[in-house]
């Protein structure tokens, strides 16, 4: 399967603790985008990468979130000290840069999610 | 901040119907405007327009851009109940990043 992976797939844990998601790209997608989702809500943007640098992050994104791609491949997302209002799908999504196919690169292609339970 | 707005928020509708899904839109630096569908997992590309224009697909979904008044409009004729999904507009910018919209869930019922 060469598409977006994401693990695990959910995610139960207790207030307070800390979270960790893993993204695998596309392997020769250089943009990975981090989500959050609601029920009844589109995915909200949280922050994205190209390559290994982080551009952009969101003003959702508190100081208890914090993403990483070190080499410019995988992405992880943690969550510190999580809360009940962090429960959500966690999406991540990747695309080229490259002008290729219909979108011209600019289609992203998502994982299957990490769906965050937290008690 | 950037904005995208969907409308309607659902909509049930019986097969062979005609369907509207709107998406109105308010960011800096507009490089382009995509759709996607959403069934019961993540969302897959449906369409992407640069320019205000219309392009088909599949013969029953078409998409039209407005990039003067800030505004696209998804069809989708003679409906299926398989049409029946989230439907998402998503705008990028230049800067790279993506807003999306809240989501149209269609209904379809045989």
């Known amino acids: 399967d060469t598409g977006v992976s994401q693990n695990p797939r959910h995610k139960i844990t207790k207030r307070g603790q800390n979270v960790t998601f893993r993204c695998d790209p596309i392997?020769?997608?250089?943009?990975l985008y981090w989500y959050r989702q609601t029920l009844g809500q589109g995915p909200e943007f949280l922050t994205y990468f190209q390559n290994e640098a982080q551009l952009e992050k969101s003003r959702l994104l508190s100081d208890r979130f914090s993403a990483e791609r070190p080499k410019g491949s995988f992405s992880t997302l943690e969550i510190q000290r999580t809360e009940q209002g962090d429960s959500a799908m966690y999406l991540c999504?990747?695309?080229?840069?490259?002008?290729?196919?219909?979108?011209?690169?600019?289609?992203?292609?998502f994982g299957p999610g990490t769906r965050l339970t937290v008690l | 901040e950037d904005k995208v707005v969907q409308s309607p928020l659902s909509l049930v509708v019986h097969e062979g119907d005609t369907v509207t899904l709107n998406c109105s839109y308010e960011?800096?630096?507009?490089?382009?405007l995509l759709w996607y569908k959403q069934e019961k997992k993540a969302p897959t590309f449906l369409f992407m327009l640069t320019s205000s224009g219309i392009e088909k697909k599949s013969g029953r979904l078409s998409n039209i851009l407005d990039k003067k008044e800030l505004f696209s409009i998804l069809n989708i004729t003679a409906t299926q109940t398989g049409d029946s999904a989230i439907y998402l507009c998503a705008v990028n910018t230049n800067a790279g990043k993506s807003t999306f919209g809240d989501g149209t869930t269609l209904t379809v019922k045989p």
């Open positions: 960011v800096t630096n507009f490089r382009s």
């Open positions: 999504a990747s695309r080229t840069t490259e002008m290729k196919g219909t979108s011209g690169g600019n289609e992203q292609f």
């Open positions: 392997s020769e997608h250089n943009r």
